[in-house]
């Protein structure tokens, strides 16, 4: 088992950024595959940006469209925790957060292919919220 712990969010205008982290516990060997998800209300959960650890230090990353050039996932592997940059908010970038960890993934290619019901753990969510 493993269990992810968010920080961050909140509110902001639009244009603002905000910066969140999520700490991996337990069983992290099964966070290889790790990154970030959004659910606005009424809408189905989508993918925002997800990391793939190479190695003990390196990871590569993928983006949802709708986030490309703003928003920036960093991790570190060693301890066991990602980061989300959430820049030049627009209010349709406003939800609730998760976290996403699963260790099933061979590839990263496997990793971003991979939709919301694909994963196996979960964080609590934490909501940012942007006003124009």
């Known amino acids: 088992q493993v269990q992810l712990k968010e920080s961050g969010g909140g509110s902001v205008q639009a244009g603002g950024s905000l910066t969140m982290s999520c700490v991996a516990s337990?069983?992290?060997?099964?966070?290889?595959?790790m990154g970030w998800f959004r659910q606005a209300p009424g809408k189905e959960r989508e993918r925002v940006a997800l990391?793939?650890?190479?190695?003990?230090?390196?990871?590569?990353?993928d983006y949802a469209d709708s986030v490309k050039g703003r928003f920036i996932v960093s991790r570190d592997n060693a301890k066991h925790t990602v980061y989300l940059q959430l820049r030049s908010l627009k209010p349709e970038d406003g939800a609730t957060y998760y976290c996403?960890?699963?260790?099933?993934?061979?590839?990263?290619?496997?990793?971003?292919?991979?939709?919301?019901?694909?994963?196996?753990?979960w964080g609590q969510g934490t909501q940012v919220t942007v006003s124009s």
């Open positions: 996403a960890a699963d260790g099933g993934y061979g590839s990263s290619g496997e990793c971003f292919r991979g939709t919301f019901r694909d994963f196996g753990y």
């Open positions: 337990g069983s992290t060997n099964t966070n290889k595959c």
């Open positions: 990391t793939y650890a190479v190695g003990k230090s390196m990871y590569s990353a």
